[in-house]
């Protein structure tokens, strides 16, 4: 059973282009979470998806940043018009759907914003 | 926010058993404790969780006091690779519960 798949491992974008970062959950979970941690910083959540549904998205700015999780394919985290401060390690975990299960966490995926 | 409290930094000699704390003190009596780690640059893995009752796997066991206010987390034989941050949480039992991290306790494995 492969685990938490983030790709790319490594993203670089100019300023005011578009990053888009991957996430497919492992076989069988319906739940995924997406967290950003800055340099020297802990992690940050930033939205709770379960499939087509956005179930919490309090730690996501209010602008240029989106997450969307369809019925086929990986969950997708979109950053538009990228910023030097979006620069960051962003990882994704995923969980059954049952109560209080754990989360499994991917490699993450570090964007650098040139 | 984070609703634990770790000391910020700790160490242990390699092979001795690390004891790290965590204060919860307003825990609920429907939010679990968790315990995850973080090694440089990667995910963060799971160790073990708990509501009440004193829990061991494979990795870790841990402690929860009775009133349920503080917990500690047991390496038995720590190594040079279990040199990471530590993350204590407690989280609501429910199917739409996110996992909050706060700033964890950095332990570092002396040879």
């Known amino acids: 059973n492969a685990g938490v798949m983030q790709n790319p491992r490594h993203l670089v974008r100019r300023r005011g282009q578009e990053a888009r970062l991957r996430c497919s959950p492992m076989?069988?979970?319906?739940?995924v979470y997406w967290y950003r941690q800055l340099p020297e910083e802990g992690l940050k959540f930033m939205v709770y998806?379960?499939?087509?549904?956005?179930?919490?998205e309090s730690g996501m700015p209010k602008e240029r940043f989106s997450a969307e999780f369809p019925k086929e394919g990986p969950s997708i985290l979109r950053i538009q018009q990228v910023v030097r401060g979006d620069s960051a390690a962003y990882f994704c975990?995923?969980?059954?759907?049952?109560?209080?299960?754990?989360?499994?966490f991917g490699s993450g995926t570090q964007l650098s914003v040139l | 926010d984070a609703k634990t409290t770790q000391p910020p930094s700790m160490d242990c000699a390699e092979g001795r058993a690390a004891n790290l704390p965590c204060n919860h003190s307003?825990?609920?009596?429907?939010?679990?404790v968790y315990w995850y780690r973080q090694i440089h640059s990667q995910g963060p893995q799971y160790i073990i969780h708990?509501?009440?009752n004193n829990e061991t796997n494979e990795m870790a066991s841990l402690i929860i006091t009775e009133d349920r206010k503080s917990s500690t987390l047991i390496l038995p034989h720590a190594t040079l690779r279990d040199t990471a941050v530590y993350y204590c949480?407690?989280?609501?039992?429910?199917?739409?519960?996110?996992?909050?991290f706060g700033s964890g306790t950095r332990l570092s494995i002396r040879p």
């Open positions: 949480i407690v989280r609501v039992d429910s199917s739409a519960s996110k996992i909050i």
């Open positions: 076989k069988g979970h319906s739940h």
């Open positions: 307003t825990i609920s009596g429907n939010e679990y």
């Open positions: 708990g509501l009440k």
């Open positions: 975990a995923s969980s059954p759907p049952q109560y209080n299960e754990k989360l499994f």
């Open positions: 998806l379960q499939k087509e549904n956005i179930i919490d």
